[in-house]
């Protein structure tokens, strides 16, 4: 017995946005000061409502009030999370600038080297084909440097 067709609108699968992967959110350097002023106010045992209300944690209100004690209003900004870099941008592009320049370095050294050795043969082709040469045509005279 085959089977029913099957309505595909009643199959499609609609996404709910209450299910949908959730974003951290941001506090405002505003917001963060507002909160942290409610909470000095606040009396015994009206800091669990406040931070109830405004779905916040209590480690957050202490990482902030901990910033705001450090560093002042600037300790609220944001701030890139990871690690601060313990070089500068300029400490950082001298060293990659170094570093490329003992490359090309070496690249040079090794070009200069091989242009190097292929002139020793040259000069004692030239040397034979002239056929004599300054001390009296010996071979040694026209052989690479051992230590190439």
């Known amino acids: 017995m085959p089977k029913p067709a099957l309505n595909l609108s009643q199959t499609e699968v609609n996404p709910t ?9 941001v506090f405002s350097t505003e917001y963060k000061l507002q909160i942290l ?10 800091l669990g409502a406040l931070l109830g209300r405004e779905k916040l944690y209590s480690a957050q209100l202490q990482q902030w009030r901990r ?7 600037e ?14 941008l300029e400490q950082r592009r001298i060293e990659q600038l170094e570093r490329e320049n003992a490359r090309l370095s070496r690249k040079l050294e090794l070009a200069n080297d091989c242009l190097t050795l292929q002139k020793k043969p040259c000069r004692c082709s030239i040397a034979r084909s002239m056929g004599a040469s300054h001390d009296g045509g010996s071979p040694r005279a026209c052989a690479a440097p051992e230590g190439l």
């Not at 300790?75 to 500068?88: E, F, N, R």
């Open 17 to 25: 946005p209450a299910l949908e992967k959730r974003t951290r959110r």
């Open 75 to 88: 300790g609220l900004s944001k701030s890139a999370p990871g690690p601060k870099s313990a070089k500068t």
């Open 67 to 73: 910033a705001f004690a450090e560093k002042g209003v």
């Open 37 to 46: 002023a409610e909470a000095d106010r606040c009396a015994r045992g009206e």
